[in-house]
């Protein structure tokens, strides 16, 4: 039985540490970690991480806190998938596994760290 004034924390992960890096050729705050240089950073509860990359390069990785129902990161490691136009060189994960979104699996793209094969 839950004591009155105890925490109930939101649904998701928790205590998640995700890859965090921003290309130079992002612009503006999308994927901001505060001017921080790549590493590592630890998200809020609830939320996951998130990997986007084009096909030579990991363009933003961090924290994700996703909005709706349901689970927003259902796997473990980061399989990208094609976001953005039909065709386009954008792929995107979510993930909830630590530091899961350093490594691109699934993919013949190049990885965050350039061990991918193409």
Do not use: F, M, Y
């Amino acid at each position: 039985k839950a004591t009155p004034g105890a925490r109930v924390s939101p649904p998701g992960p928790h205590n998640l540490t995700c890859v965090s890096n921003k290309h130079p050729s992002v612009r503006g705050e999308l994927g901001d970690a505060g001017g921080a240089a790549a590493g590592a950073v630890r998200c809020p509860p609830g939320q996951c991480c998130i990997g986007i990359w084009n096909r030579s390069h990991a363009l933003v990785q961090g924290c994700w806190g996703g909005e709706g129902d349901g689970d927003p990161c259902p796997s473990a490691t980061c399989a990208p998938s094609p976001a953005g136009t039909p065709g386009g060189s954008v792929l995107l994960c979510l993930c909830h596994g630590h530091l899961c979104n350093g490594n691109a699996t699934a993919t013949a793209t190049a990885t965050a760290a350039g061990t991918g094969t193409a």
